[in-house]
């Protein structure tokens, strides 16, 4: 993979982290930053695993939602002494 790939897939994963983002449903407790590194690092390894294409940006957004709503259920509601 050489470092022009890389960079796309980095400015893919922007995209892609929004999208993943939008398909999870119901409120986010982490940041648009938090989203963004999910989205390019789950581009990355589809891009990695797979490659590019359309069949890599889509396997690049499902991995996403799936990781936005792990960590989100990782996270979980927070109150101002701690978890609830």
């Known amino acids: 993979m050489s470092i022009g790939e890389i960079i796309g897939l980095i400015i893919v994963g ?3 982290g929004a999208l993943g983002r939008l398909i999870h449903p119901g ?11 999910i989205g390019i690092a789950s581009a990355l390894l589809v891009g990695w695993l797979v490659g590019g294409g359309i069949l ?6 499902i991995v996403a939602a799936v990781l936005v709503a792990l ?4 996270s979980g509601p927070r109150t101002a002494t701690g978890r609830v």
């Open 14 to 16: 922007l995209i892609v």
């Open 27 to 37: 409120p986010d407790p982490m940041g648009i930053l938090l989203t963004i590194g």
């Open 56 to 61: 890599g940006f889509i396997l690049a957004v």
């Open 71 to 74: 960590v989100a259920r990782m």
